[in-house]
């Protein structure tokens, strides 16, 4: 039975690559695809339809990253459609629809793209978190933003605890808003409240361990099953609360609310609050930022290693002016990215150069400086770049790695005057290009905030 088959299938592949006559005359090879077209297009599918010039069988080749095969429609018709199933969501499929065989009466060759999911959009998109707005206060609301799209999705969700200068991180897939600053009316509470919002589930987990002490404006950032967090202040005062060597360690996933560890460093971590910083290649490096004993702003870095307990033994590049409040963001290229061999990097842009002892603070020397140094080089120094177009004190930093391009929302233009505009800055060549403010404003202005996303 199995011979039969395969003979009269062999006939059947046979017959239409041979010469067929016409209704309207001629053969497969002079036939001619009229128009061509994919609808129904979806997360994981879509629907390929073409004319062909007369009654003819119709074939259709198409590949992508999980996907290679001929579709055939055995019956003579001027008009055919394939559906295709099982694709992958957010990629592109190149199709070639023929007309009479494989090889006559060939369409154009062209290529669709299968629609995001809301895990896709979320992990490449940018959520703007926390922040004090124009009311001056703690803002709730968590904007999300789609570079890819070029979209705002305003006031996705709120944070449940509002919150000033907590320490913010995106960690496997999720974001941690941790310690901070209440406000209620005139009155500031230090706040030990651990927060976690899960966009893919678009749920909050409000039942996390407190931090073992207050903390705010603290450097944090996030490793393989930890959040690691240094400097800040205990209090609003940072002339007598601020950690020195204390180091925080959170393990989300260890125990039912996750489990704190508090350890000292082997060697001194900058008292500081307000410093720019990020991780990359198992350390986080820091830099900037306002001494505690006398909040004057400084410009040397380092990198704190959770494995060894200490800082590094080289002597890192410090930034090229002394500052604290900017926007920071570190540029890791993976091997799934668009462009992933771009040399890593951290970012810095605006801040204050001031000299203030307060938190909140009370006045602002607001600095449009933007410098780089690139990391896991030899280089080891800050290149300044392209001033931004205004001088801003906190604004948030991330990177589209979809798009090459750096993103600077919001900040401070004056004291207490937070904006919405949106900088951007091709990162084909970070140091020479120059940057542009977005055709889009964020949908409502805010300072002191983060910016994350869920695929770094």
């Given at each position: 039975m199995k011979q039969i088959t395969l003979l009269f299938l062999a006939s059947l592949f046979h017959l239409f690559n041979c010469a067929n006559p016409l209704t309207d005359?001629?053969?497969a090879n002079t036939a001619k695809i009229e128009w061509q077209v994919v609808t129904n297009i979806t997360t994981n599918s879509a629907v390929?339809?073409?004319?062909?010039s007369g009654k003819l069988p119709g074939f259709l080749i198409t590949t992508g990253p999980n996907y290679s095969n001929v579709d055939s429609s055995f019956l003579e018709n001027e008009i055919h459609a394939v559906s295709l199933s099982n694709l992958i969501t957010d990629?592109?499929?190149?199709?070639?629809?023929?007309?009479?065989?494989?090889?006559?009466?060939?369409g154009i060759p062209a290529t669709f793209r299968t629609l995001s999911d809301n895990a896709t959009?979320?992990?490449?998109?940018?959520?703007?978190?926390?922040?004090?707005?124009?009311?001056?206060?703690?803002?709730s609301e968590i904007d999300f933003f789609d570079p890819v799209d070029n979209t705002w999705y305003p006031a996705i969700t709120n944070v449940p605890t509002p919150r000033l200068n907590a320490q913010i991180v995106s960690f496997k897939n999720k974001i941690y808003v941790i310690g901070g600053i209440v406000k209620n009316g005139a009155s500031y509470t230090m706040s030990r409240i651990v927060e976690a919002y899960d966009p893919i589930t678009n749920t909050w987990n409000r039942n996390l361990s407190d931090m073992p002490s207050t903390l705010q404006g603290g450097v944090v950032g996030s490793f393989d099953e930890e959040i690691v967090i240094l400097g800040g202040t205990t209090t609003t005062d940072m002339t007598t609360g601020t950690i020195f060597n204390t180091i925080y360690k959170f393990y989300p996933n260890l125990g039912n609310n996750g489990t704190w560890v508090s350890l000292l460093s082997s060697?001194?971590?900058?008292?500081?609050?307000?410093?720019?910083?990020?991780?990359?290649?198992g350390s986080l490096i820091f830099t900037g930022g306002r001494f505690y004993s006398?909040?004057?702003?400084?410009?040397?870095?380092?990198?704190?290693?959770?494995?060894?307990?200490?800082?590094?033994g080289?002597?890192?590049?410090?930034?090229?002016?002394?500052?604290?409040?900017?926007?920071?963001?570190?540029?890791?290229?993976?091997s799934t990215d668009p462009f992933p061999s771009d040399t890593p990097a951290i970012f810095v842009a605006g801040g204050s150069t001031g000299t203030n002892i307060s938190q909140p603070v009370t006045a602002v020397t607001n600095s449009n400086r933007f410098e780089y140094s690139f990391l896991g080089t030899a280089s080891n120094s800050f290149v300044t770049g392209s001033n931004i177009p205004i001088a801003l004190?906190?604004?948030?930093?991330?990177?589209?790695?979809?798009?090459?391009k750096l993103y600077l929302f919001g900040g401070a233009s004056e004291f207490n005057l937070p904006i919405d505009q949106v900088y951007t800055l091709d990162l084909t060549n970070p140091g020479g290009n120059p940057w542009f403010q977005d055709s889009l404003n964020m949908p409502r202005s805010r300072f002191g905030h983060k910016a994350v996303i869920l695929s770094r």
């Open positions: 005359g001629g053969n390929v339809s073409w004319k062909c990629s592109e499929y190149r199709y070639v629809p023929s007309c009479g065989s494989k090889e006559g009466g060939l959009i979320y992990r490449r998109g940018i959520w703007i978190v926390g922040g004090i707005g124009s009311d001056k206060n703690a803002v060697t001194n971590i900058f008292p500081r609050i307000d410093m720019a910083g990020c991780t990359y290649n006398d909040g004057l702003a400084y410009a040397t870095t380092d990198a704190y290693s959770p494995s060894l307990n200490s800082t590094s080289k002597i890192e590049a410090s930034i090229s002016l002394a500052r604290h409040g900017s926007g920071y963001a570190c540029y890791r290229p993976i004190y906190y604004p948030a930093m991330e990177i589209s790695y979809e798009k090459r």
